[in-house]
């Protein structure tokens, strides 16, 4: 144990040969917040520290076809600094913004959150409901991967060998278009969310919802996408029949589990609660939009 | 197993030491540099005992390696007073009595003064969330708050009775 | 005493900066993980990764060939101590159980049981080496609940053991380790008498002390015998006692320094580390550092109990509480010694009731063994009587406070355990509740108030101190008592007051085992209340010395000589004319007059008077999610006197917020396999800063008069009513009555869903 590795690479291509070089020893390091806490408990125990950090890109956000482009290791603190995007992306910047303390804060990454595969992860409901997509690089070059489709069950990615994510893309928000992320924890910060709800909807003129998408954390094995829960609002001005049908259906979508956080019965019953009070919260954002 | 060499600044002096990728940065100022001010509560990124700023960002030291400090300015208690001259956060921290047994305080100063750093005049609200990561079992936090935004109104040359 | 009733103290009653505070602002003060000397090895404990399990074999040779591993100690290396319960039923302590708890010998009783212990030149080699040694277990089945290891068919802990205070005493093996029986009055008939009985059970989880310093000390054996330990306690003297008889030292030959302590709150009232580290370095012939990880802290340090309480109460329609019984189980851990004896004679304490009864069960079962919390036993039996007198209130129509006004116990009243109620005081927080703007300031939607009450004993007992007055006048007062929370200002202010000088001129230290009498535990409230009478014995001791130097620098009598605001003069004006002497000026002809000036003083302070709090808590209940706010809290308590007003407050503040923390969300929670799944502050859930609002408080002042300032203690009782005070707003908000702790959002909303209003 006691020959571990670090390394900073100064390039993709040099991370995705360390890593490929690694055969699955290596682990990288973003903020640290969910691997240092997962190795110092003896459950994972790599022989090599990839410290992507100084990579060029990782720690920057830049705007882009009206979207934004997020580095997979940019602190919560960093992206909390950005005016621009936590007017455009509310939800996204603070489901982010929710993960930790602000000590936390002053670490943890979007890559972090959503490669550590925690069904209950904040920004991953936030991120599915946005529509972003992940650059993810590997030793086969350059993939674009919508967000839902990184994590597979607890712990687990999608991600191939030597793979990692490079960054986020954010698309460019549509008129008429708001975000939301609500989670239930029983203290008001430091807890783990319990259920998480990502909602993002596009309101016509007329106040007519004309897309939706919603995404439940902490419900399932991993973040779920629920499009019968958007479906209940698409053509609805979110009347109480609309919402209701929202309550049932992200309900309907639930596969949770019993454990230390919370019960089968209260993550079920409260996905429903959150998925209306987010829905709501992203209509009014529409409308100012 | 060769240590890795840093090069860093802790408290506004140039600092070098050798330590494991294991290590953490807590690890390396309590056990190497003797900087035993930074509390271990917990090593998991719960309590900000472990409180320092690294490049003005506050972070928890527990959740840091040690071979990340190189090249990077660290920030601890150590070097919170200037001379004999405490901090004003220190000095209301001691006139509110905000610390019973005083494990916490540390971690609490380096936090309550990033906030004041990037926000002069916070709310009760604000510095309330702004400390959430720093838990204190002994005050049930109200004088630490208080001691906090007197400080606060103090820096900002506000009088106070 | 006429001294206690006083109004016009000069220091007392104000907040002076606290002597240890720039240290412990700037990080150079020292906790129990801050030292170390030159050659100090690492330990590490190997701990049970099974709830209970019988130890085949321990195979250490592996880790004792490891390069770099220097001891290696199991169970078998303690000496053994005999199966016999000594000192008072209350307290009483057995060594045979003690030893096994230190280290397990013929069973693993919990998970995190520590079952062997190496110390190495690193820590990674030590953990390595723990790593290394091999452990035999047959693993058992295990029982984790009170209720269920009292059932005929649980898994026993110890197959031999049966219940005590039972006669004929029993034969059949049993979890329960001990029963216990009060009586006052006629239950029955009272029970006959009332228009309303109300019988329900509670239920309690165990919850942590949750100090933020985990366990930490360093420990060095001389090739002598002699041994010298830093570790942070809340007693070095109580650490000194326990380390030498678990390792068989004379006490002499153990010195103990008292390092800072982050937190205790009766869990660092006992040892886990400190005969460990001691018999390690002894084996190893160098120093030992052993620290505990916050794992190892929630599964291997305090707890206190989680507890079932039935509980049954009868009342006449107008108020008057005519009878009560209870029957208190609560959970000892792996070992015997629950509260539950406290538990006993608190529920009813409050309250005058002339038919009672208690009956309390001390159950083991495979979780760690409990250490005190905080007015140990007494909130956990509040929760029960004061929620159901909050119901009883609903249903005769009567206000809360004034129900409790009516039955309110005065001096007197006759108490479960025999013995009269000594002390004023709880009639008076009930008042400052009733008169607060809270208690009838108004409420919104989904929002509720609640109030309760609570009672502790407070502790006296042996406290030592000495006093010296250095030549430049400056005094200098030493105690035995650890400083957790601002005493060592508590302890200058006493003398500065007595002495008649200002503040600044006196310094108090908390000293090692080898300079100042004996003193107790920092536990039951009693450091300003008995260590203040030492430190109050020692000063007036010095007073007399100083009397008596004037005295011959005047040639005349001591009698003639009166000690006033800091200076000696002449009794009359019959005395003679002489210019007042100053403590300075004493002091700086100390050497021509007798030499150094100090003096020590011992007490086992007896007369100490009980703590009442009354709470008020307004909180709000989401009515989809369960989740709770608390929205506003008052605090009242009876103080006796304020000597440090803000560092009283602070416990006010500190102990009302642990109990919300237990209200709401603290609790151990344990997997199928018995092993503890919230093993961490973030799932285990503390209150953190946003979580709160500012804690109100009103700090009743009824002097003691049995102190020279009236000083009752004051670090406990402020838990006693607040998951009471909590509960009862909770159905105040919803019309749902909770029963059970933690009152977290889960069970809040399965509440929400019955059906009909409840009270
Ligand atoms: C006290 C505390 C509170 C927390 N609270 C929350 C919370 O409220 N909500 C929440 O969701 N989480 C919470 N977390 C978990 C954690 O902070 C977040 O998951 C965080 O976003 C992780 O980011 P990181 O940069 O620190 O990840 P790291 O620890 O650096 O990495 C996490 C995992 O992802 C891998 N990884 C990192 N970056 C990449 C990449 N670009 N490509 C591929 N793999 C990568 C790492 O190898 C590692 O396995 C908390 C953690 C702590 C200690
Ligand atoms: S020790 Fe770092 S947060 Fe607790
Ligand atoms: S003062 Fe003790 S933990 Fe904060």
Redo the contacts between chains.
């Keep these: ?6 390394a900073t690479p100064a390039s993709v291509q040099e991370a995705v040969a360390l890593l490929a070089k690694a055969e699955g020893k290596a682990r990288i ?1 973003a ?3 969910d691997l ?2 997962q ?3 003896g459950m994972v125990d790599p022989a090599l ?1 990839v ?1 992507i950090k100084k990579i060029p890109g990782l720690r920057t956000v830049t705007r882009e076809g009206g979207g934004y482009r997020i580095g997979a290791a940019v ?1 919560g ?1 960093e992206l909390s600094d950005r005016a621009d995007i936590s007017k455009d992306w509310p939800g996204v910047v603070e489901a982010f913004d929710l993960i ?5 804060q ?2 943890a990454s979007l890559g972090g959150n959503l490669c550590n595969a925690s069904p209950a992860a904040d920004s991953v409901p936030a991120l599915v409901a946005a529509g972003a997509k992940a650059t993810v690089a590997g030793p086969g070059g350059t993939r674009i991967v919508p967000v839902e489709e990184i994590p597979t069950g607890p712990g687990r990615t999608s991600l191939k060998p030597g793979e990692f994510i490079v960054d986020f893309v954010l698309p460019a928000k549509a008129a008429g278009t708001g975000d939301a992320y609500l989670r ?1 924890i ?7 969310a ?1 259920v998480g709800v990502g909602v993002c909807l596009t309101l016509d003129a007329a106040g007519v919802c004309t897309a939706a998408r919603v995404a439940l954390g902490a419900v399932a094995p991993t973040v779920l996408l629920v499009p019968d829960a958007a479906k209940a609002l698409v053509g609805s001005r979110l009347d109480e029949a609309a919402l209701q049908k929202l309550d049932a259906a992200a309900q309907a979508a639930c596969r949770p589990i019993n ?5 089968i ?2 993550r079920t ?2 996905a429903g ?2 998925a209306r009070r987010a829905a709501l919260i992203a209509a009014d954002r529409a409308r100012t939009n | ?1 060769a240590k ?1 060499h840093v090069t860093t600044t802790i408290n506004g002096e140039s600092v070098e030491f050798l330590c ?3 290590q ?1 940065l807590l690890d390396v100022l309590r056990d190497e540099l003797e900087l035993t001010g930074s509390k271990e509560g917990c ?4 309590c ?1 005992a472990c ?1 320092v700023l ?1 490049d003005g ?4 030291s ?4 040690g ?2 400090a190189e090249g990077k300015s660290i920030e601890t208690i150590e070097g919170m007073a200037k001379g004999d001259k405490l901090h004003p956060l220190q000095q209301k921290f001691l006139e509110h009595a905000a610390l019973q047994c005083g494990i916490c305080t540390p971690g609490f100063l380096v ?1 309550a003064k ?2 004041l750093d990037s926000n002069p005049n916070p709310t009760e609200t604000e510095v309330r ?6 838990l204190c079992r002994c005050t049930g936090y109200d004088k630490i708050i208080r001691a906090v935004l007197d400080a606060a109104a103090e820096m900002r040359g506000e009088t106070h009775g | 005493m006429a001294e206690a009733l006083r109004k016009d103290f000069k220091i007392i009653g104000t907040r002076p900066v606290r002597p240890d505070g720039i240290p412990k602002v700037t990080g150079t003060a020292k906790f129990g993980a801050d030292f170390s000397l030159p050659g100090t090895l690492f330990g590490k404990i190997l701990r049970s990764p099974h709830a209970h399990a019988r130890i085949r074999k321990i195979d250490t040779s592996k880790a004792a060939a490891l390069p770099g591993v220097k001891a290696v100690i199991t169970g078998a290396d303690f000496p053994e101590q005999k199966n016999e319960f000594i000192g008072p039923e209350r307290t009483a302590v057995n060594f045979w159980y003690m030893t096994r708890n230190i280290m397990a010998r013929e069973k693993a009783l919990y998970e995190g049981h520590a079952v062997a212990a190496v110390a190495a030149s690193s820590p ?1 080699i030590a953990e ?1 080496a723990a790593r290394l040694i091999e452990i035999d277990y047959e693993v058992l089945p295990h029982v984790i609940d009170v209720d269920a290891a009292m059932a005929p068919d649980a898994p026993l802990l110890f197959e031999d053991m049966t219940t005590r205070g039972v006669e004929p005493a029993p034969t059949r093996p049993t979890n329960v380790s001990k029963r216990l029986e009060f009586k006052l009055g006629d239950v029955e008939k009272g029970f006959a008498d009332a228009d309303i009985v109300l019988e329900k059970t509670y239920k309690t989880e165990a919850v942590h002390q949750g100090y933020i310093e985990t366990h930490a000390c360093l420990a060095r054996y001389d090739a002598d015998g002699q041994g010298e330990l830093w570790s942070s306690s809340q007693g070095h003297f109580v650490v000194r006692n326990l380390t030498a008889k678990l390792l068989g030292m004379r006490l002499n030959d153990l010195k103990v320094n008292p390092a800072e302590i982050g937190g205790g709150f009766g869990g660092k009232t006992v040892v886990y580390l400190e005969p460990v580290a001691m018999l390690l370095s002894k084996k190893a012939g160098h120093p030992v550092r052993l620290a505990m990880t916050r ?1 190892e802290v929630f599964k291997a340090s305090g707890p206190t109990s989680g507890a079932s309480i039935t509980l049954k109460i009868g009342i006449k329609k107008d108020g008057t509480i005519i009878a009560g019984d209870a029957a208190l189980r609560y959970q000892a851990g792996a070992v015997p010694g629950s509260p539950v004896m406290n538990g006993c004679l608190c529920i009813f304490a409050c309250y005058a009731i002339p038919n009672q009864r208690a009956i309390g069960y001390d159950v083991v079962s495979n979780r760690p063994k409990v250490a005190a919390y905080r007015a140990p036993g007494s909130g956990i039996a509040a929760f029960a009587v004061e929620s159901t007198l909050d119901i009883l209130a609903k249903q005769i129509g009567m206000d809360p406070i004034e129900l409790r006004l009516k039955n309110a116990t005065r001096i007197g009243a006759p108490m479960l355990g025999g013995g009269k109620m000594s002390h004023e005081g709880f009639v008076q927080t009930l008042q400052a509740i009733r008169n607060h703007p809270a208690y009838s300031a108004p409420l919104g939607p989904n929002q509720g108030r609640g109030v309760a009450s609570g009672y502790w004993f407070n502790g006296g007992g042996e406290s030592g101190a000495s006093v010296y007055v250095n030549a430049d006048g400056t005094v200098v007062v030493s105690t035995g008592s650890p400083d957790i929370g601002g005493s060592r200002a508590s302890m200058a202010m006493m003398a500065a007051e007595t002495l008649g000088i200002p503040y600044d001129q006196v310094r108090a230290g908390v000293s090692d085992t080898t300079t100042v009498a004996y003193t107790h535990l920092t536990a039951g409230s009693r450091v300003t209340f008995a260590t203040g009478l030492a430190v109050v014995g020692a000063t007036n001791k010095v007073i007399e010395d100083l009397r008596a130097r004037a005295a011959k620098i005047w040639g005349v009598d001591i009698e003639a000589v009166d000690w006033v605001d800091g200076c000696a003069k002449p009794s009359s004006s019959n005395v003679g004319k002489f210019e007042a002497l100053t403590l300075k000026q004493l002091a700086a002809q100390a050497s021509a007059t007798g030499g150094p000036i100090g003096a020590a003083h011992a007490v086992n302070a007896a007369k100490q008077a009980p703590g009442f709090s009354t709470q008020l808590c307004d909180i709000e209940v989401d009515p ?4 709770a706010t608390v929205l506003r809290f008052v605090v009242a308590q009876d103080a006796g006197r304020a000597i440090h007003r803000s560092y009283v407050e602070g416990q006010m503040q500190g102990g009302a917020v642990q109990g919300i923390g237990w209200a ?2 603290e609790e151990y ?1 344990y997997d199928e396999k018995g092993r503890l ?2 093993a961490g ?3 285990y ?1 503390m ?2 800063a ?2 709160l609002p500012m804690i109100e408080t009103v700090v009743v002042e009824v002097p003691n008069n049995d102190h020279p300032f009236g000083v009752k203690g004051v670090g406990e009782v402020n838990i006693v009513p607040t998951m009471a005070a909590v509960a009862n707003a909770i159905t105040a908000a919803t019309g749902k009555r909770m029963s059970a702790l933690p009152m ?3 069970r809040l ?2 509440a929400l869903g019955r059906p009909g209003k409840e009270v």
């Design positions: 144990m006691s020959s571990l590795q670090y390091l903020g640290g917040t240092l806490v190795m110092r408990a520290i410290d602190a603190a930790g303390s602000t000590q936390i002053g670490r239930l029983p203290r008001t910060e430091m807890d783990i319990v454990d230390k956080r919370g019960t019965a209260y019953k409260v609660v959150l | 197993m890795h494991d990728t294991r953490t090593a998991s990124g719960d900000g409180s690294v960002r506050l972070v928890c527990c959740l840091v390696l071979v990340e936090a990033a906030l969330y702004w400390l959430a990561g720093n | 990674e390595k794992a989809e999610t369960g989740r709401l969300n929670i799944a919230n502050f973030l799932d859930r209150p953190v946003s979580d977290s959002p889960p909303l399965e």
